[in-house]
């Protein structure tokens, strides 16, 4: 089955709400990602769903991989900023998981949300995740998980969410 992209006018449109402090609208599993492009350094954004939480840190998945632009660009970069729920533009590390606890991850993923999982798998041809059966043991390249640790007070709020850590 093919891979399914997601228009890019619909990944990016919900980039103004975050800007503006109504990400919270979107719930907590909805976050936008501020990233440093790996070739002009300029800051780039995108809005990703949080498969898992951790007290200090939100786990993330690449769903197109790691041909993924914004995953490229954390690889290079882990220095990012996270808007989710009402914590607006908090500094955070981003690490890419090794790949068992990826499928640990993963597996609970699946358990907990199983419609969104399945939502997941048609759209990305993985049929592995709307089913019971054992996860691909490539599962770990096809959608490598990122864990962002907060650095930064987990309800910090910026007075301006378009201020950039970048930006000298």
């Known amino acids: 089955m093919a891979v399914r992209r997601i228009p890019r006018w619909v990944a990016r449109a919900p980039i103004p709400l975050f800007r503006h402090g109504f990400g919270w609208l979107l719930g907590k599993r909805i976050m936008m990602l501020e990233h440093r492009g790996r070739k002009t350094g300029r800051p780039r954004y995108a809005v990703l769903e949080v498969v898992d939480r951790e007290p200090d840190a ?37 690490t890419v998981m090794p790949p068992e606890q ?7 993923y699946r358990a907990r949300n199983p419609r969104s999982a399945a939502a997941l ?17 490539d599962i770990a390249e096809r959608l490598p998980l990122v864990r962002v640790h907060l650095l930064d007070e987990p309800n910090a709020t910026k007075t301006d969410s378009r201020e950039s850590p970048y930006r000298n």
């Open 58 to 94: 939100l786990v993330l998945v690449s769903g197109y991989g790691g041909n993924s632009q914004w995953f490229r660009n954390v690889v290079a970069d882990p220095a990012v900023r996270v808007w989710n729920g009402r914590t607006r533009g908090a500094t955070a590390r981003a």
């Open 102 to 108: 990826t499928r640990t991850r993963l597996e609970s």
């Open 121 to 137: 798998g048609r759209i990305l041809g993985i049929a592995e995740l709307s089913g019971s059966e054992q996860l691909p043991a």
